[in-house]
T-cell receptor, first 114, second 114 residues
Framework: QQQVKQSPQSLIVQKGGISIINCAYE??????FPWYQQFPGKGPALLIA?????SEKKEGRFTISFNKSAKQFSLHIMDSQPGDSATYFC?????????????FGTGTQLKVEL | GAGVSQSPRYKVAKRGQDVALRCDPI?????LFWYQQALGQGPEFLTY????????KSGLPSDRFFAERPEGSVSTLKIQRTQQEDSAVYLC????????????FGEGSRLTVL
């Protein structure tokens, strides 16, 4: 059962363009939604995260948009750069004593071309 | 150390061999997670420790998989009688707090079972 669905699987964007990656979740108990960036041969690294009490969070060129009623959230990368080329994973978890166990999406391979 | 350290980085095993993968989390981090990442997929949860207590092992795929964290710091993931389907990258992550917050991932141990 895939609890977090991610699209697209791959994405090619021109330098300076906007990259948009979408995720949808099923479990309404999820209350923490991070995005992770992974370069080849490296572990995932936290990029930005949001909680459901806000609809948008922006950090530099990265913005998360969150739609609680639709159970969807998305990552927008503004002014995309070649250095942004990586695999991006959305994730979701339930905060609490059981640990912040993350459920990941399947990933989006982003390539930013010059 | 500065980050989560995993060893070995690469392991080749013949089918039926036992393997042990080590994780050295960030000093002082209470929570420790193991994830399995198949090629081209998102990380999948295996197990979770809070200090030395293994609180969730619901993601371990079979009883051939065993994890421990006896002193609440270093953890070992052991796979007995390895099978070809065990080939994957095994990621370790740690978190300072319980129940919430950023997970810091290591670079992973890539296991190839021949």
């Amino acid at each position: 059962q895939q609890q977090v669905k991610q699209s697209p699987q791959s994405l090619i964007v021109q330098k300076g363009g906007i990259s948009i990656i979408n995720c949808a979740y099923e479990n309404t108990a999820f209350d923490y939604f991070p995005w992770y960036q992974q370069f080849p041969g490296k572990g995932p690294a936290l990029l930005i995260a949001i909680r459901p009490d806000v609809s948008e969070k922006k950090e530099g060129r990265f913005t998360i948009s969150f739609n609680k009623s639709a159970k969807q959230f998305s990552l927008h990368i503004m002014d995309s750069q070649p250095g942004d080329s990586a695999t991006y994973f959305c994730a979701a978890s339930i905060s609490g004593g059981g640990g912040n166990k993350l459920t990941f999406g399947t990933g989006t391979q982003l390539k930013v071309e010059l | 150390g500065a980050g989560v350290s995993q060893s070995p980085r690469y392991k080749v095993a013949k089918r039926g061999q036992d393997v042990a993968l080590r994780c050295d989390p960030i000093s002082g981090h209470v929570s420790l997670f193991w994830y399995q990442q198949a090629l081209g997929q998102g990380p999948e949860f295996l197990t979770y420790f809070q200090n030395e207590a293994q609180l969730d092992k619901s993601g371990l795929p079979s009883d051939r998989f065993f994890a421990e964290r006896p002193e609440g710091s270093v953890s070992t993931l052991k796979i007995q009688r390895t099978q070809q389907e065990d080939s994957a990258v095994y990621l370790c992550a740690s978190s300072l707090r319980v129940g919430t917050g950023e997970l810091f991932f290591g670079e992973g141990s890539r296991l190839t079972v021949l």
